[in-house]
């Protein structure tokens, strides 16, 4: 007896184929402890659900439960309101303002969002981006706080006596005329991070993020935006544009490297009368109006160069050490986007988790809508990818390992080609296969069918689930490096004595996304 399976190659097309806060701190221990110790309230749900709720999702159990209970539901409230009042008079005082702003939350369940409101004292104005990068750090870490404590919550708006912001500042807050989308994308813009500004009027040079954990976003990134323009560029046949230089030559005015310097400076450089474009708050009192600037300056640049898509790669940073994972923003006026940022965040926890060690990664189920100036202000399709957290201990490790960095990029550039082509992101499956009878001595050849989007060329492994002669039924590996064509296997029954093969089945692609074994018996019979 000798079973054997020969993977074949056919002509024949398969159905199924185919395709950040400036003022961030050290852990909030107020708001940490009372979130992992103080609502116990006597309540034996929420103490559960404290410790065991992802801190990415709650269970839709766990919600309900703590908002049946009108005491619990209180209470975690009542300290998301304190941890928030207490974020806002640290900034206002890291500003030099002594003022006592009071701060309501309520959450909307049946949406899983979140509105906090400002009472009066606290307006956010165009010098300092709308504190953009106060408020969304905010915010991500009070999602954090509610989610752990049993409540699920995904966008959070913000009101300012009672009014958004885009009703005090309808002009500069309006989102521009969207570009009609072309059938056929050529082109788009990565903006990685940030980069040296200069402060006024002291003109000290400084980076725009901090580095809590000796992690510098500003010069981190830009190593991923090469890695995706790489992956853009080879397997979605892109010209990519870059928001900030490459160029490892001094900055003359700084004496900084240029790759170290942000994207306000290499405009100047390239489009030194375009002042509109890297200059718009000259005469600004704000020290680090530079900063403001830069945020304006990168989509800017894509507008002017009509690229289809801006892809913005950051780090993210949280009061919380505990705060981690990867997260994909688009601007909440704009839900076309939506699409685009959901199916960046399914390529990179497809690609991410197929990597030994990365399994559980945290990466959002669902993408955030948010008021970033960056995704504002692009005419075309504008998402920002936050691969994870550089406040974060575990993150701040992944963010340094290559593994990590080349499995996140190739995860956005594949979100990013599904959405491009009109194709959905799904998991990589195999058809269930058919249990088979072969007489001795004859062979019989099967397909192989699958569903979701593997990176070619893919290889299928069998491998002996169970064997009725030891040492009879051999294992193979083979290579299929062209996706037109359907995967066949041949089975063989070689001898003349009958057996049973149970054999697990596995297909891997490129990226080491990988299916889940499909079983099936192959048995050699006399006739």
Not at 35 to 57: E, N, Q, R, Y
Not at 517 to 525: G, K, N
Request: glycine content about 8%.
């Amino acid at each position: 007896m000798s079973i054997g399976v020969r993977l074949m190659r056919n002509r024949w097309r398969t159905a199924g184929q185919g395709g950040g806060a400036l003022h961030e701190r050290r852990v909030s221990h107020h708001m940490e402890k009372s979130i992992m110790k103080g609502l116990k309230l006597g309540s034996t749900v929420v103490a559960c659900s404290l410790f065991f709720a992802s801190p990415v999702f709650a269970s839709e159990t766990q919600s309900t439960k703590v908002v049946e209970d009108p005491g619990v539901y209180a209470e975690v409230i009542a300290l998301l309101e304190r941890e928030a009042a207490s974020q806002l008079t640290r900034h206002l005082q890291e500003r030099g303002e002594l003022r006592q702003v009071s701060v309501s939350i309520r959450l909307d369940m049946k949406t899983r969002s979140m509105k906090i409101s400002f009472g009066p004292g606290y307006l956010p104005g165009p010098e300092g981006s709308y504190d953009e990068l106060f408020l969304i750090p905010m915010a991500s870490t009070l999602r954090f706080y509610a989610e752990k404590s049993g409540l699920d919550v995904n966008d959070i708006d913000f009101l300012f006596d009672g009014k958004a912001l885009e009703e005090y500042y309808p002009e500069d807050l309006a989102v521009p005329p969207q570009v009609r989308a072309k059938s056929t994308h050529t082109s788009a813009l990565i903006s990685a991070s940030h980069g040296y500004i200069s402060l006024h009027p002291s003109r000290e040079w400084k980076f725009q993020r901090p580095a809590p954990l000796g992690v510098q976003e500003d010069t981190l990134s830009p190593a991923y935006g090469d890695e995706l323009q790489g992956l853009i560029e080879q397997r979605s046949g892109l010209t990519v544009h870059r928001a900030r230089s490459r160029s490892t030559e001094l900055h003359p005015e700084s004496g900084k490297p240029w790759e170290h310097m942000s994207s306000r400076y290499h405009l100047k450089a390239l489009f030194p009368e375009r002042t509109d474009m890297w200059n718009e708050y000259p005469n600004s009192p704000e020290s680090a109006r530079e900063k403001d600037e830069d945020i304006r300056a990168r989509p800017n640049y894509a507008n002017h160069l009509g690229v289809d898509v801006m892809l913005s790669l950051h780090t993210n940073g949280s009061d919380s050490a505990s705060v981690r994972g990867a997260e994909v923003y688009y601007h909440r006026e704009k839900p076309q986007d939506k699409p685009l940022a959901d199916s960046i965040l399914c390529g990179m926890r497809e690609v991410i988790h197929a990597q030994p060690g990365y399994e559980s990664f945290p990466v959002r189920a669902e993408s955030v809508a948010e008021g970033h100036g960056e995704n504002r202000i692009g005419t075309m399709p504008s998402v920002i990818v936050e691969t994870a957290y550089h406040s974060n201990p575990e993150d701040v490790a992944a963010l340094q390992d290559p593994v990590f960095r080349s499995a996140a990029m190739k995860g956005v550039e594949k979100g990013y080609r599904l959405w491009a082509t009109g194709k959905s992101c799904e998991p990589l499956t195999l058809a269930p296969i058919a249990d088979v009878e072969i007489p001795t001595q004859s062979a019989r050849e099967i397909e192989l069918g699958y569903q979701g989007n593997p990176q070619y060329p893919v290889t299928i492994e069998f491998t002996s689930a169970s064997c009725s002669k030891p040492g009879a039924c051999t294992p193979t590996r083979t290579l299929f490096e062209d996706p037109t064509k359907p995967i066949r296997a041949e089975l063989t029954c070689k001898g003349s004595n009958p057996g049973v093969a149970r054999w697990s089945v596995v297909l891997r692609d490129a990226d080491g996304v990988a299916t889940p074994p499909v079983v099936f018996q192959h048995s050699c019979v006399q006739v």
